[in-house]
């Protein structure tokens, strides 16, 4: 792991998310923020294990695009302040993520701290309704400390806020990806018996994990059977919202749907398709990202006992979101 100590770090986060005396800082760097101006942020989607890190990796390549990265955890406030001290308590090196998927991460990787400003922000007592100033307060001060023009995020649970999003950032796009169900779903399976390991193995960890909003990988079985059915019936529920989300006129021409398939066996053509939607010359070509980030695998044959129903439900879904069958 990145974190010297999830114990520590977590400690850290619930101190940085209810200290009064951050809120004082937090107020005083809204105010050194309060001209920026978010121009055309990005919003990156998918049900995990669809290409959303291999996404968020390929934007963050542009220094023009800033997002939150792994060193900006846990100072959800004072997020300025901590960016002039954090290399004292954060390693440099590359590591592997604990999914085992072959992705590198470091300190200045993205990742998905925005969704904490989500928590903050939310509204109590009152469903799906969100004080969008500490949000945009956030989105200000990544904008600062990553000295770039535009934002963009990762953030699967924004699946739920796209039309939010719209209303209050006019000028908002979004990068859904989708992947083959049976792919899906196998990795799904796999990553999640890790997690379910390493959280019995430090609890600190689990804590962790839900502190940062995370819920993908914290279902507590290792029965294959079941969790193929548990997140058949998660891939079908996102990805029905998708395709409702796509039939709306005002929204189709602001969201594009990227096919992880499709993006590793041919990159330079979704890459640029990618580049072209979301209106930004890149100063490194499709090539150069192909060869830098994605990694052709030949497909593994995973013997799985799926239901038959909601398979063939989860395919015809994902025929008709990446044909435009709607």
Known sequence: MIFNSNKTIYKILKFVKENRFLDTIDAIENRLCKKIKILNPIFVIGLPRTGTTLLSHILNLEPRLGTSLYKDVPFIKGLIFWDYINFLYYKKSKYQRIHEDDMMIDINSPNTFEEVAWIISKIKNQKNSYDLNILTNYIKKILKVRNSERYFSKNNNNINRIELIKKYFNNSKFLISIRKPENTINSLVRVNKIFNKMFDQDPYFKLLYNELGHKEFNINSSNTKELNTIYLNEYF????????????????????????????????????????????KFDFNEKYIANQLIK????IYIENNFDQKLINRCN???????TKDF
């Not at 602001?254 to 890459?271: C, F, G, S």
């Not at 052709?296 to 497909?299: D, L, R, T, W």
């Not at 015809?316 to 990446?322: A, E, G, S, V």
């Open 296 to 299: 052709k695998k030949n497909s």
């Open 316 to 322: 015809d879904l994902y025929k008709k979101i990446i």
């Open 237 to 280: 529920e996102f990805y029905s919202k998708v395709l409702e989300l796509l039939k709306k006129e005002e929204l189709l021409k602001d969201i594009l749907v990227i096919n992880h398939d499709d993006l590793v066996l041919e990159p330079e053509k979704n890459i640029k398709r990618l580049f072209d939607f979301i209106d930004f």
